[in-house]
């Protein structure tokens, strides 16, 4: 253009304004994909978060951790280990003690499902997975007092046996029913929280009574 030749800016003159960056732009960091990382660094970052989530539950509090970034790994292990310790243990089971363990997976998981659905229908906030991550990630108290009672057998099944297997699991039964309600009582409508708390309760009771009544073949 004719005459922009000779308009020149003074040096005294300052620049006002403000320098931001868009908010269409985003850093290299956010187009990294897991597929771009080693196996191994995905392996580790999955296994280190589901042992965060072992964490919260044996020291149970209200936080968002068990919700925010739910999965399902952690609860599939516990209830393959729950079925495989429980595995041919009662009577009229057979030899190989298969049907045990089908009989404890379906259980663990068709609870969970139903809670979840119960949850649901009275209102509760969260998805169906947290709530299926929850239930699942509390089963570990009950675990630990499946393995100590196993451990507990192994010296005889006398009276003083049962006694101490008694108070493990009741003490478990507590810690997971506690731990379960910590992370779900505030996705309820308070008026309806004691409609939700009371199928966890059955659901944990028969998981513990299956546990105390354990006796190897």
Request: proline share 6%; hydrophobic share 50%.
């Amino acid at each position: 253009f004719p005459g922009l030749t000779d308009v020149s800016i003074s040096e005294d003159i300052p620049v006002e304004g403000e320098i931001t960056v868009p908010v269409g732009s985003h850093s290299p960091d956010e187009d990294f994909s897991t597929l771009d990382e080693p196996v191994r660094d995905t392996i580790m970052r999955d296994l280190k978060a589901v042992g965060k989530k072992f964490v919260h539950v044996m020291y149970p509090k209200k936080s968002s951790a068990l919700l925010r970034d739910w999965d399902l790994w952690g609860p599939l292990v516990l209830c393959v280990s729950l079925a495989l310790m429980l595995q041919g243990g009662s009577a009229d089971s057979r030899d190989d003690g298969g049907p045990q363990f089908a009989e404890v997976f379906v259980i663990i998981w068709f609870g969970a499902v139903v809670i979840t659905l119960n949850s649901k229908l009275l209102g509760g906030t969260i998805s169906f997975f947290q709530s299926l991550c929850v239930l699942g990630y509390c089963v570990l108290p009950l675990t630990v007092a499946m393995l100590v009672c196993r451990l507990v057998l192994l010296a005889g099944s006398g009276t003083i046996s049962f006694i101490i297997r008694l108070i493990v699991v009741i003490a478990m039964f507590g810690w997971s029913t506690l731990a379960s309600t910590a992370f779900l009582a505030d996705s309820q409508p308070p008026n309806r929280k004691a409609l939700v708390v009371y199928p966890i309760f059955l659901f944990y009771f028969v998981i513990s009574w299956m546990i105390l009544t354990f006796t190897p073949q």
